[in-house]
């Protein structure tokens, strides 16, 4: 009895500490998960890279302008104004501005753009797909908190029902009705139901934690979850659910889109073969000196050397060591790999979506059908308990009963919760 106590206190003291708690629901879980996730910030990271990318490839687009600048000095024989060699000390100083921009670039410029403006819509869908899957997660792991406190609830109801029986069977054999041994064994079960109240609490506690973790929140102590509604979800159909999935589902946009990337990314390896045209043009100047003898001025040679250029650069591409080949080549490659990842997730997907409607039928099947046994059992349980209170049934019967109606009970819960996950996953598929 001290032991049950105890116990019972424990079971308050958790009761209380759930009570002041701060209750999140399934929204509140995933919104949390999705901000704080390493992987989904590690996805916004590489999307972030890809905006530079773009960046860079508009920049491709623009000049490129610079400046240089010269001084060296000759010390002993030199080359002279009259383009002799005398012993003499000389010093020259040049300067210049000069100017590049690509007039025609064999359209690598402009597909270099268009592709990393693909790129960067992979990687924006790649991030969504991270975020889909780690909803997914957070919605299974939030199902399975809610199915171990039920657990916990269940084991609960087992330790009073075990209990009432140890009073009574202590009332008759304090009358002196019944033998001790009874007592004994009704205390037995309690202890394991005690037990059993102990394991589903420990359950409950670690669905809890894994939850908190995966949804990275560091402080658990005051960590609960809300109940969903009680709303009995709607089966779609395994067609409904992958023609929506084929216009929504993330990663499976994001494979369709690596093709057209890779598509592109041939483009890109092909202007190897075309000619490029660029502008060339410049400004600059000089100062010459010579040791000994004198010299104009540095600002009237600055105006007299002044010079400027332009002039057009055409490259044509004759043989590069089959360097454009390779490079097409593995673009191809990599455009077949792209096809096939994509099939790969259309397979995978459509596989998905057929397991979790096939199991969300079996699963409301098995529900209804527990539902009907689970009342089966516990009218039987009642009839049982009130025969036993008459003295027309052994402990062992009265204990077989229970027992029966816990089996129904839990697989009624258990059926339960697998059906609601299969539906969400089914509905989140298709709606999301």
């Known amino acids: 009895m001290k032991k049950t106590l105890l116990l019972s206190a424990a079971l308050l003291l958790s009761a209380c500490s759930v009570a002041n708690a701060k209750v999140w629901t399934l929204t509140d879980c995933i919104d949390y998960a999705i901000e704080n996730n390493i992987d989904v910030k590690n996805t916004q990271a590489r999307q972030l890279s890809g905006e530079y990318d773009v960046t860079e490839a508009k920049d491709n687009f623009l000049p490129s302008i610079s400046a240089n600048a010269s001084q060296t000095f000759n010390f002993g024989r030199g080359l002279t104004s009259e383009n002799t060699y005398a012993d003499r000390n000389t010093s020259n100083f040049q300067w210049g501005v000069g100017m590049q921009l690509p007039l025609f670039q064999g359209l690598q410029a402009t597909r270099q753009l268009k592709y990393a403006r693909i790129n960067l819509r992979t990687l924006a869908l790649r991030t969504e797909a991270v975020k889909e899957n780690l909803t997914l997660n957070v919605i299974a792991q939030y199902l399975q908190v809610l199915y171990c406190r039920e657990l916990l609830a269940t084991a609960g109801e087992q330790v009073r029902l075990s209990e009432y029986e140890l009073e009574r069977q202590q009332a008759l054999a304090d009358a002196g009705k019944i033998a001790e041994v009874n007592v004994i064994q009704a205390k037995s079960q309690v202890a394991q139901d005690h037990l059993s109240v102990t394991n589903a609490q420990n359950d409950y506690t670690l669905a809890l934690l894994d939850l908190a973790q995966l949804i990275q929140l560091t402080e658990i102590d005051n960590f609960d979850v809300a109940p969903l509604d009680d709303e009995i979800p709607v089966v779609p159909s395994v067609n409904d659910v992958y023609t929506d999935a084929l216009l929504s589902n993330s990663g499976l946009l994001a494979s369709q889109n690596e093709v057209t990337a890779a598509l592109a990314q041939e483009s890109v390896a092909r202007t190897g073969y075309i000619?490029?045209?660029?502008?060339?043009?410049?400004?600059?100047?000089?100062?010459?000196?010579?040791?000994?003898?004198?010299?104009?001025?540095?600002?009237?040679?600055?105006?007299?050397?002044?010079?400027?250029?332009?002039?057009?650069?055409?490259?044509?591409?004759?043989?590069?060591?089959?360097?454009?080949?390779?490079?097409?080549?593995?673009?191809?490659?990599?455009?077949?790999?792209?096809?096939?990842?994509?099939?790969?997730?259309?397979?995978?997907?459509?596989?998905?979506?057929?397991?979790?409607?096939?199991?969300?039928?079996?699963?409301?099947?098995?529900?209804?059908?527990?539902?009907?046994?689970?009342?089966?059992?516990?009218?039987?349980?009642?009839?049982m308990k009130e025969k036993y209170e008459m003295g027309r049934a052994t402990p062992q019967e009265f204990e077989q009963s229970k027992t029966t109606y816990l089996k129904a009970t839990i697989e009624r819960i258990q059926a339960n919760y697998e059906f609601i996950l299969r539906t969400r996953i089914l509905q989140f598929y298709r709606h999301n």
């Open 275 to 383: 000619p490029r045209l660029s502008l060339n043009a410049g400004i600059g100047s000089s100062y010459y000196h010579l040791g000994g003898y004198d010299n104009a001025s540095f600002g009237r040679q600055m105006r007299d050397n002044y010079s400027t250029y332009f002039g057009f650069t055409l490259q044509i591409p004759i043989f590069d060591a089959f360097s454009t080949r390779n490079r097409v080549r593995k673009a191809q490659v990599q455009t077949v790999t792209a096809r096939l990842q994509l099939q790969d997730t259309e397979t995978r997907l459509y596989k998905d979506i057929q397991q979790a409607y096939y199991r969300a039928v079996a699963a409301h099947e098995k529900f209804r059908t527990g539902l009907t046994s689970e009342d089966l059992a516990r009218e039987a349980f009642d009839a």
